[in-house]
């Protein structure tokens, strides 16, 4: 007389579902009582059974995997990582993700995130808006500032002119950092 079927699933790691088919595709042999010789079992799951596939296994390393651009880490199945999966470690990837979308979602309702394009083409439209009224200044003081000075207005201009342009390449030069 051997052990019953489930207790034979826990012996196996398996579950009572996966050592009745075992029964049924004839890998396994019970005992006519309906029992399982463990040791024989064994023998048999061993030599009548496939190699498990990759990502089939019950139990799976965790592996924790940090994403580039921002500082939350996501915990995944070693198995995942590598390449295979399984139905229980698809649905854990898909509640990590619907998570992280809600975070963001969550994230963007509160304010705390803006459109990307959006905010580079208002600080396009804003540095375009201080260059031109820069490039406008010496035509609007030039004259007052030259009967001031008692100076030609038209040299004054051309140099407040070419002063405003230089200044204005070098802050061109500045390359500003978008993370």
Known sequence: MGISIRAYARHRGVSDTAVHKAIRAGRITPEPDGSID????????ASNSDNPKVGTTKRA??????????????????TLATG?????QARTVNEVVKAQTNKVRLARLKGELVDRPQANAHVFKLARAERDAWQNWPARVSAQLAAKLEVDAHTLHVLLETAVREHLQELGDVRPRVD
Not at 84 to 88: E, I
Request: glycine share 4%; hydrophobic share 35%; aromatic share 4%.
């Open 61 to 78: 390393e965790k592996v924790t995997i940090k994403e580039s651009n921002n500082d939350s880490a996501s915990v995944l199945p070693a």
């Open 84 to 88: 295979g999966t399984s139905l229980l």
């Open 38 to 45: 463990a040791d024989r079992a064994d023998q048999e799951w």
